[in-house]
């Protein structure tokens, strides 16, 4: 039996500052923009230093960050076929052709699965997981928003909190992704569970740098690059390189991407539980064919609940995360943008 989670959505254009709703606080006033793009609901959150575009729709993909002390500047990565019209035709394919196909760029939620696609359970987990394009209802909080949805292929309700927060002009300001995953089935289930922000020029160069508190890095694939995690490829370079930041100390993860062409610093720092390590894979021409054509120059920095990428091979690795019936796990990741 369904039940409610969440007020009615809001439809049409709109425009309301959340700070003013019970509770808030007003040193963080955000607003709240509902419109229209591409026939998809688009929710718009903006503070004074930061704006977030959040499509409840598709995955409750945060579609672009914006630094507004920089003019604006974009922080995520957007593929060239970015958000497809609402309704647009589907061709067959594999699954990895489909999520593909229906990927904007931006920030996503792998779960359950997290890579390729997996038989689980008498289903398909498709790639990356239901979650990344699943529908999320939606409902304003007071400094940010509230997006809900039950999974079809697993017995799975979300809750997915995105809240922004300014944090003063030496500090910058914030995005904050909690999400809140029960187990509504009967059955014990495995699962993988990652956030997958993408990164994209004019962040990227290669005079910016990555730095970690992990004392670990495993190298997965390489092509044309150094194998340093700390170097941003060149673009145009026909490089890649794919890996994972391990063992981090105390109980939280910590990546930094600093970027001198751009004067902006992207902190990421997560609990540990559920994600252990952080995917870190960048893309600078060298993928040819579907969907890339040479052109892509895109950074993953992505923290995740388990490694080498694939659910199959983290069953292997013993690596994932279980859900008993009616377990609750939280997830929590902050990304601050700095100025430099």
Request: aromatic share 10%; glycine share 12%; charged share 20%.
């Amino acid at each position: 039996m369904s039940r409610p989670f969440l007020p009615p959505i809001k439809r049409g254009p709109s425009r309301m500052p959340l700070s003013d709703s019970p509770g808030a606080n007003a040193a963080r006033t955000v607003s709240l923009t509902v419109s229209e793009r591409r026939g998809w609901e688009l929710v718009t959150l903006r503070s004074d230093r930061l704006e977030a575009e959040v499509v409840p729709g598709v995955g409750g993909t945060i579609l672009q960050l914006r630094s507004l002390v920089r003019g604006g500047t974009p922080l995520l990565y957007e593929t060239p076929w970015g958000l497809r019209a609402r309704g647009a035709l589907q061709a067959a394919g594999s699954s990895s052709d489909l999520a593909m196909d229906a990927y904007p760029g931006g920030w996503q939620t792998a779960f359950p699965n997290g890579g390729p696609a997996s038989d689980r359970h008498g289903a398909t987990w498709t790639q990356h997981g239901e979650a990344w394009h699943a529908a999320f209802d939606w409902a304003p909080l007071s400094d940010g928003v509230r997006l809900e949805t039950r999974l079809v292929r697993s017995p799975f309700r979300i809750s997915r909190d995105i809240v922004l927060t300014d944090l003063g002009p030496e500090l910058g300001s914030e995005v904050r992704v909690t999400e809140a995953i029960v187990n509504e089935g009967g059955e014990t289930i495995q699962t993988a569970w990652g956030q997958h922000p993408a990164f994209g020029a004019p962040l990227l160069s290669p005079r910016a740098r990555i730095s970690s508190t992990a004392a670990g890095w495993q190298m997965e694939a390489e092509v044309g690059a150094s194998s340093d995690p700390a170097t941003v490829l060149p673009p145009g370079s026909h490089a890649k390189r794919f890996g994972y930041f391990t063992d981090f100390p105390g109980d939280r993860g910590f990546l930094r991407l600093d970027s001198p062409d751009a004067g902006i610093a992207v902190e990421l720092d997560w609990a540990l539980d559920p994600y252990r390590c952080a995917w870190s894979w960048m893309e600078a021409g060298a993928a040819e064919g579907f969907p890339y054509y040479s052109s892509a120059y895109v950074l993953g920095l992505e923290p995740f609940s388990g490694w080498p990428a694939g659910i199959d091979a983290m069953t292997d690795a013993g690596r994932l995360v279980a859900f008993a019936p009616g377990q609750r796990r939280v997830g929590d990741v902050r990304l601050r943008v700095l100025p430099l």
